[in-house]
């Protein structure tokens, strides 16, 4: 009744087994860290007051590295052309990257009324969308015996 009308949630209670204290030198930590990236290079190389691991401290660890992971990715995205190919697969014909360092088995938002089987593209950009990729910028139909820059 109070979220209806309009009042704050109370957030439910952790169970017992999953509620880890976590030190104060920690929390210090999390409050000046400048980024995720940092706190967990900051946590990563050291142990807690108590002698626990880093790692123990929180539930959320992996959610932690998981989203560095993804930061360090997109840092390290290549700054170039991206090769796109098209494949057929059934009936429909689909795009792929072809460059490396991305996900050969995503497929690629990609206009239909150029996809040919075969035929390869340069892109400008791509860019990650989760489950599938999709070009940005400039398309240019790759020469057949051009290699990756």
Known sequence: ??????GARKPR????????????ERLEQARTAATIVNLRNLWD????????????????????????SMAAARE???KGKVLIEIVKEGKKLRARVASAGYDGSKNCQFPRDIREEGKRFWAEEVVNVGTFYRVKGKIEPAEEEEEEP
Do not use: Y
């Open 1 to 6: 009744a109070e979220a209806a009308a309009g």
């Open 13 to 24: 209670p952790l169970p017992e087994d999953k509620v880890v204290a976590i030190p104060a």
């Open 45 to 68: 190389g050291s142990a807690s007051s108590t002698g626990a691991p880093a790692a123990a401290l929180s539930g959320e660890v992996g959610m932690l590295r998981r989203m560095a």
């Open 76 to 78: 390290a995205r290549p």
